[in-house]
Nanobody, 122 residues
Framework: QVHVEEFGGRSVQAGTSLKLSCQFTGRDFILYSAWFRQAPGEAREFVAAISWDGVNTFYADSAKGRFLISRDTVKDTITLQMYMLRPADTAVYYC????????????????WGQGTQVHVSS
């Protein structure tokens, strides 16, 4: 079992940066960890993923060039550094980790956090 907890969501101005963190507690075989987001009335969408060893990273088109995902294997955390935030980035951001792929499908992730709210004002 793995407990997942996100940190760092808050209200920010468009054009600024924000870093989200996710702490994993517990042990299981993990293939990918990822960030998803969900805006009101919208489906949960993939943002970024990282392999278990931190070597491989993957991004949604909306995140490429603006967001950076990283993993600290010692602290058992992942972070999502977000730059040049836009009002369209407003959503609840969820951290997830799981034993299988594909990395961009929420249905394959076994463990989820409660989410952290990010609001970007124009």
């Amino acid at each position: 079992q793995v407990h997942v907890e996100e940190f760092g969501g808050r209200s920010v101005q468009a054009g600024t940066s924000l870093k989200l963190s996710c702490q994993f507690t517990g042990r299981d075989f993990i293939l990918y960890s990822a960030w998803f987001r969900q805006a009101p009335g919208e489906a949960r969408e993939f943002v970024a993923a990282i392999s278990w060893d931190g070597v491989n990273t993957f991004y949604a088109d909306s995140a490429k060039g603006r967001f950076l995902i990283s993993r600290d294997t010692v602290k058992d955390t992942i972070t999502l550094q977000m730059y040049m935030l836009r009002p369209a980035d407003t959503a609840v951001y969820y951290c997830a980790t799981g034993r299988s792929g594909p990395y961009d499908s929420p249905s394959v992730y076994d463990y989820w956090g409660q989410g952290t709210q990010v609001h970007v004002s124009s």
